[in-house]
């Protein structure tokens, strides 16, 4: 369960605070899917950053499964990002020197208590995203498309509860939107996590059960 309430966030600015979110309030359930719309510099990603714990609010609260991540010390806040959140980012951040394989498995390198089948369960996400033959190839070998399945598979690779995807396909081409869009849906129904996607593709945000539009720090329900 997601819970925000009263959110708000401001910055300082030499003519004054700047107000990015105003009182934004949501309420989600495991299995809900939502997407985010809204004009360049609208705050849609500092709500995103905020959700996932990388970024303090001004006010409110942010509750996942009853914890307010911003109450906890810097090494279990750590810890609870890890464990609980999975992020999806419109460049993909995968390491050069990594193999496929292993720069699914980066997340679990820190985690506690998953086992020694994250390896199985990595390969099993790399199957799953159409990349189970090049687990072994280097970042600098796939597509763009490519890239950013083997970055779905990480963040997924945790099952983690929350999973935040800003603009995940913003530097895709038509074929490739679409491929990344039913794998990032259809993963999303057999984990039954909570999808919070941000993105300025109006059929990409269309294909959610649940679409919010940001405008002038207000988040509204389309």
Not at 48 to 72: D, M, Q, S
Not at 126 to 148: A, M
Not at 212 to 220: A, G
Request: glycine share 10%; charged share 25%; proline share 5%.
């Amino acid at each position: 369960m997601l819970e925000v309430n009263g959110l708000s966030k401001e910055y300082a600015t030499p003519g004054g605070n700047l107000r990015v979110l105003s009182d934004v309030n949501l309420s989600l359930k495991a299995g809900d899917s939502v997407s985010i719309v809204g004009p360049s510099g609208s705050g849609k990603s500092t709500l995103l950053y905020i959700l996932g714990a990388l970024e303090p609010p001004t006010a409110g609260t942010v509750l996942l499964n009853g914890r307010n991540p911003f109450e906890l010390d810097e090494k279990s806040l750590a810890s609870f990002r890890n464990e609980e959140i999975g992020f999806v980012f419109q460049d993909h951040h995968l390491l050069p020197q990594c193999s496929v394989l292993e720069n699914v498995l980066i997340p679990t390198l820190v985690a506690r208590g998953r086992g020694e089948r994250t390896q199985d369960v990595a390969e099993e996400l790399l199957e799953q995203v159409g990349l189970g033959p090049r687990i072994h190839h280097r970042p600098h070998e796939l597509s763009g498309g490519e890239k950013q399945r083997v970055a779905l598979a990480r963040a997924l690779v945790g099952r983690p509860r929350l999973v935040l995807c800003d603009e995940p396909t913003g530097n895709l081409d038509h074929a490739s939107t679409e491929a990344v869009a039913e794998l990032l849906l259809k993963l999303h129904e057999q984990n039954q996590s909570i999808l919070i996607v941000v993105t300025h593709n109006l059929d990409l945000a269309g294909r959610f059960r649940l679409r919010y539009k940001l405008v002038d720090s207000i988040l509204h329900k389309s």
